[in-house]
């Protein structure tokens, strides 16, 4: 979506290598988020940020940390991958916490983990 | 812990037919989300909904919120093909956005 890229869009890990995705946006939005979504269990939020090195866990945090160093990027490093981490990846951005426009999402990445 | 649910997760339709999607959601949050989703796409946002009572419309899609009964409701009027998608509600709990596990939505000429 115009204004917010995730790279790479697709990608194939083996079990127990680091990977990073990366959000890149463009908006200046303070707030950027992390989410996976998995059949049957519509979005889960893994991390989230508030600003630049402000960052919190969500509701699926293990296995996962996330670095800001930059308004424009937000980058999720799965530490070591697993099987069950296979999945497709959601940055999302918004102006606000209490949004009244909802979050801007990015295309996806798909994360295989083999 | 906030819970969202949506129902029916799987709603097979024929054109000109009118149905409800409903998302259920556990707590006393006023901001509610609705998004859309076409196969292999991100998600798009269709409707905020935040008080209640609030009702949004846009062409043959019309959401409400009851913050009482912690209901939103999503009514397609006359369906078409081009409403087939997923649809998820999300409700917005201090930082973080919790989301129905979405509703496929197959509309048959």
């Known amino acids: 979506d115009a204004g917010i890229t995730q790279s790479p869009r697709h990608k194939v890990t083996e079990t127990g290598t680091p990977v990073t995705l990366r959000c890149h946006q463009t908006?200046?939005?303070?707030?950027m988020y992390w989410y996976r979504q998995d059949p049957g269990h519509g979005l889960r939020l893994i991390h989230y940020?508030?600003?630049?090195?402000?960052?919190d866990k969500g509701e699926v945090s293990d296995g996962y940390s996330v670095s800001r160093s930059k308004t424009e990027d937000f980058l999720l490093t799965l530490e070591s991958a697993t099987s069950s981490q296979t999945s497709v990846y959601f940055c999302?951005?918004?102006?606000?916490?209490?949004?009244?426009?909802?979050?801007?999402f990015g295309s996806g990445t798909r994360l295989t983990v083999v | 812990e906030l819970k969202v649910e949506q129902n029916p997760l799987f709603l097979s339709m024929q054109e000109g037919k009118n149905y409800t999607i409903y998302c259920n959601y556990s707590?006393?949050?006023?901001?509610l989300y609705w998004y859309r989703q076409d196969p292999g796409k991100s998600l798009e946002s269709l409707f905020v909904?935040?008080?209640?009572?609030a009702v949004k419309q846009e062409g043959r899609l019309m959401a409400s919120l009851d913050t009482k009964a912690r209901l939103s409701t999503l009514h397609i009027t006359a369906a078409v093909h081009d409403l087939s998608a997923t649809y998820f509600c999300?409700?917005?709990?201090?930082?973080?956005?919790?989301f129905g596990a979405g509703t496929r939505l197959t509309v048959k000429p």
């Open positions: 908006e200046n939005h303070r707030y």
């Open positions: 999300a409700v917005d709990d201090n930082y973080d956005m919790r």
């Open positions: 999302a951005i918004s102006e606000g916490q209490a949004t009244f426009y909802g979050y801007t």
């Open positions: 940020s508030y600003g630049v090195k402000d960052t």
């Open positions: 909904l935040l008080s209640n009572g």
């Open positions: 707590t006393t949050s006023d901001r």
